[in-house]
């Protein structure tokens, strides 16, 4: 009985090794949304920190999908500045997988207070990162 199990497991063993040992490998899809080797959705990341480019940057992680900037003073408008987080939820390529939060702060008399962000400002972010992180998976399939 005992050689007989003993035997069947290595049976078992070997059909599975020989299995592994073809040169056919499958086709990865390259632009499947799941593709990453961050914790994130990888288009996601990239189209976060390209849009945010322009600001600085205080902390970026990829595990986590957080993206906060440093507060960022428009040349034409010195008197105020924002800040923005992103949080990005999922390795999915969709729009509730993407969060963009904001702090505005204007100057009053030499001080920066804060000021109510437009919900129209991280509305447009949202939208331009999502629209870069499309176009990038378009671009990898295509290319």
């Known amino acids: 009985m005992r050689i007989s ?5 290595l049976a078992s063993g ?5 299995a592994c040992g073809g040169t056919a490998r499958p086709k990865a899809d390259l632009a499947a949304s799941q593709v990453t080797t961050i914790g994130v959705n990888s288009y996601l990341w990239r189209a976060s920190l390209d849009a945010l480019s322009f600001m600085p940057l205080v902390q970026t992680d990829s595990a986590g999908g957080v993206i906060v900037t440093d507060w960022y003073v428009n040349p034409q408008s010195p008197g105020e500045r924002i800040k923005l987080t992103v949080s990005i939820l999922d390795q999915d390529l969709r ?3 993407l969060r963009v939060a904001g702090s505005r702060e204007v100057s009053q008399n030499g001080q920066w207070v804060a000021a109510p962000l437009r919900a129209a400002t991280v509305q447009k972010m ?6 870069k992180a499309r176009d990038l998976r378009r671009t ?3 290319g």
């Open 95 to 97: 729009a509730d997988a």
């Open 14 to 18: 070997t059909m599975l090794l020989s």
């Open 126 to 131: 949202e939208a331009i990162i999502l629209t």
């Open 140 to 142: 990898s399939i295509s």
């Open 5 to 9: 199990r003993l035997a069947l497991i």
